[in-house]
């Protein structure tokens, strides 16, 4: 006796309206996250960068879809520039590789603040 199966046609789709979106704007991105342990104790221009008040008001979707001429002016704004590649690679690379997980790490983390036990007080 063969068993067979058979693939089932049935879509599953999501309702997505404005009002499920996720509001960003209580979450803290100058905490620590899983990304970036320690914030405090960046030096240089990672210090620099996670703290530029332009950087760090962007949500992660924001900050992953900026345009690189707008992080370039960003960039020069606090002295870091393209002549400089060396310097300018590792700003960026800090930027496009912390800085916006970071982002999405703190986000994941207030999304799961909801799921905390509540207190019996």
């Known amino acids: ?42 030096t240089g221009d990672e210090k620099t960068i996670f703290y530029h008040p332009y950087f760090l008001k962007l949500t992660h979707d924001e ?27 590792r700003a960026w690379n800090f930027y496009d590789l912390s800085v916006v997980f970071h982002k999405k790490s703190c986000e994941q983390w207030e999304s799961f603040k909801d799921l905390a036990p509540k207190s019996k007080n």
Do not use: H, W
């Not at 058979?6 to 879509?11: G, L, V």
């Not at 999501?14 to 342990?37: F, L």
């Not at 900050?63 to 690679?89: C, H, M, S, V, Y």
């Open 63 to 89: 900050a992953k879809n900026l345009k690189p001429l707008e992080i370039k002016e960003e960039f020069e704004k606090l002295g870091i520039f393209l002549t400089d590649k060396e310097r300018f690679n």
């Open 1 to 42: 006796m063969t068993a067979t199966a058979c693939a089932q046609n049935t879509e599953t789709k999501t309702n997505k309206t404005e009002s499920s979106k996720v509001d960003y704007s209580k979450v803290d991105y100058s905490i620590a996250s899983n990304i970036i342990k320690n914030p405090e104790k960046l």
